[in-house]
């Protein structure tokens, strides 16, 4: 790695240690509607409040229950109606997610590109997420969504110290290094700043331990193939590993060798899902 790349890890690291770097706040949309939903009386007319004040929100959550995906044969086009059909976790956790595009946006063309490139990358493995967990687990989907979506939420505040330090703005390969290395470390610190549940807290931090063992399928396994299978057909380093060797394939039941892609039934499950977080 390079002297600056060194350099700037070690500023980091030492900054996260002390408490001195400043994290991401949630979205304020965001906050409300984690906030409501943590009441366990929460009525459907009190969610659809909170998200009705932000209108992008609003369409979005339509947007997603009449995807082919989740809708009926009756078109929603009123929120309450939308929480209603969704329910008010998938709801508040979907709503979280999406929310937080708001925060990948910069003031300067070359971070806000990388920004974009991060989000579509992390809506990519969401809607593969989504897919994983509803054909290979009984957990929730809405949340392996979730997990999809967050789980590169560290690269946000390298992006931000990378704005203010020209050097490393200038140049990609240290950037890179940096991000590769430490975005884990601090997306699992963000997610706990945030009080996120542990089963999602811990998915930035160990979805790239590729050998990682655990009692049971978890959200890191599924946010770990939908990486992996995120990079079918390209260079990228992760497909030049043995996939039989990593165990969260043989958690979710999948052979490594078999493509989702080439399963008619899951391929059109993963356009319909990546349209609908889009």
Not at 189 to 201: E, G, S
Request: glycine share 4%; with cysteine.
């Amino acid at each position: 790695m390079s002297t600056l790349a060194d350099k700037v890890q070690l500023e980091l690291m030492q900054a996260i240690e002390n408490d001195e770097l400043v994290l991401p706040t949630l979205p304020e949309v965001a906050l409300k509607v984690r906030e409501a939903a943590e009441d366990p009386d929460v009525s459907i007319s009190t969610l659809a409040k909170v998200i009705g004040n932000d209108t992008a929100l609003t369409a979005r959550i339509i947007k997603v229950v009449n995807s082919p995906l989740l809708r009926t044969s009756r078109e929603i086009n009123d929120l309450q109606m939308a929480i209603s059909r969704l329910g008010i976790n998938y709801t508040s956790n979907l709503a979280t997610g999406l929310a937080m595009e708001q925060m990948f946006q910069a003031t300067t063309d070359v971070v806000d590109r990388k920004m974009r490139e991060v989000w579509n990358k992390s809506t990519e493995i969401a809607a593969i997420s989504h897919v994983l967990c509803r054909n290979f687990t009984r957990l929730p989907a809405d949340q392996a969504t979730l997990a999809g979506l967050i789980h590169q939420i560290g690269i946000l505040p390298i992006l931000t110290y990378a704005e203010e330090h020209s050097a490393l703005l200038s140049d990609s390969i240290s950037l890179n290094h940096v991000i590769d290395r430490i975005h884990p470390l601090i997306g699992e610190k963000i997610l706990r700043a945030w009080d996120f549940p542990d089963p999602i807290a811990i998915v930035p931090g160990q979805h790239l331990d590729f050998s990682r063992v655990s009692e049971k399928v978890d959200y890191v396994d599924i946010v770990q193939v939908a990486t992996l299978q995120s990079f079918i057909g390209t260079s990228h380093p992760y497909t030049q590993l043995d996939w039989n060797q990593i165990p969260a394939f043989a958690k979710l039941g999948l052979d490594p060798n078999t493509l989702l892609q080439e399963d008619e039934d899951l391929s059109a499950a993963m356009d319909a899902a990546m349209s609908m977080l889009q």
